[in-house]
Every structure is written in structure tokens, then in C-alpha cells.
């Protein structure tokens, strides 16, 4: 098993900045991918980033690039989402989840942080 939990959520204004952090504990050895997922209002859970925990190598939702930056601290078994030039759009509840290998689903899921941007 693996628990994670979020936390850095909150209000923000358009055109601002927010930090997420997930802090994994448990079978942390047994993670081969960890990512941030968001669900707004009405719609379903996307994708917004992940990263192969060994590798370092990352992915972004084209509607992040260049906006969003996923980062990880082995030490600390925690994995972290800088987002800047927030937008109204992406206010959501954010999740991390953990893929425990490398043909596995995300099997483990924190508790969501409300990311709130305004206008």
C-alpha cells in the first residue's frame, strides 16, 4: 500500500502562482510512476502531468506546456506541481496517484486539493 497525501491548494488570482506537494509513504519502493490528475466542476478526472520516478522523465497535458513544472525529491518521497500563469480553467481539484509499475494503473490516489483561480 501507498499514502499519499496533498497538500498547497488554495485561492489564487489569474496570472498567479501555486505549489502542490504530494508526499507518498508506505511501499514507496514500489513506485514506478507518480501523477497529478485535476477534476473541475461537472467534468471528468484528467491528466495534467506525471513523471517516471527513477528516470526523472515527464509528461504534460498540452493545456500545461510551458505553464506547469512536475519535480520530485527522492528523499522525501514527495513529488511536487509548480503551476504559474494560472487561468481561471484551472481551477479543479488536483489528485496525485501513484503507478506502482510500469504496466499498472495509477492504483493509489490522494485525497484532492482545491486549486480556486479567479478573475
Known amino acids: 500500500q501507498v499514502q499519499l497525501v496533498e497538500s498547497g491548494g488554495g485561492l489564487v488570482q489569474a496570472g498567479g502562482s501555486l505549489r502542490l506537494s504530494c508526499a507518498a509513504s508506505g511501499r514507496t519502493f514500489s513506485v514506478y510512476r507518480m501523477g497529478w490528475f485535476r477534476q473541475a466542476p461537472g467534468k471528468g478526472r484528467d491528466v495534467v502531468s506525471s513523471i517516471i520516478w527513477n528516470s526523472g522523465n515527464t509528461y504534460y497535458a498540452d493545456s500545461v506546456k510551458g505553464r506547469f513544472t512536475i519535480s520530485r525529491d527522492n528523499a522525501k518521497n514527495t513529488v511536487y506541481l509548480q503551476m504559474n500563469s494560472l487561468k481561471p480553467d484551472d481551477t479543479a481539484v488536483y489528485y496525485c496517484?501513484?503507478?506502482?509499475?510500469?504496466?499498472?494503473?495509477?492504483?493509489?490516489w490522494g485525497q484532492g486539493t482545491q486549486v480556486t483561480v479567479s478573475s
Open positions: 496517484a501513484v503507478a506502482p509499475t510500469r504496466s499498472s494503473a495509477y492504483d493509489y
